[in-house]
């Protein structure tokens, strides 16, 4: 059994998944869990309710669609980035290869002249 047939048997992909080791999220879980445990409590022992009102949620809202829309426009930059290159090196080869096909092409020399020259 191979590595690759242990590695899909034992974790399913799933360990690399939520892995945080070398990812971007690592550094973010810290201050993340503690502005959510700053906003439960003092949605906890406030004794006015600012999380009743819509005006939070809209405004969060707000900013959490401009944050997914900038985000999907990088990702669809980057995806068409990529694209465009994978076009230019198919062409790339391409050209590559009619220009060795016409270069071995042309200095193949036809059987009756090989015959004719001897």
């Known amino acids: 059994m191979g590595w690759r047939e242990n590695y899909l048997v034992q974790s399913v992909g799933l360990d690399v998944m939520f892995s945080f080791q070398n990812s971007d999220l690592s550094p973010l879980i810290p201050p993340t869990l503690a502005s959510a445990g700053i906003a439960v409590i003092f949605w906890q022992f406030s004794e006015e309710r600012w999380f009743d009102h819509p005006f939070i949620y ?7 669609s401009l944050m997914i829309t900038f985000r999907m426009n990088m990702a669809y930059e980057r995806f068409w980035e990529g694209r ?26 036809p059987a009756q002249s090989r015959e004719a020259s001897e």
């Open 58 to 64: 809209s405004m969060f809202l707000s900013v959490l």
């Open 84 to 109: 465009t290159s994978i076009s230019l090196m198919s062409a790339k080869w391409g050209d590559a290869i009619l220009q060795a096909v016409v270069f071995d092409d042309h200095y193949t020399i």
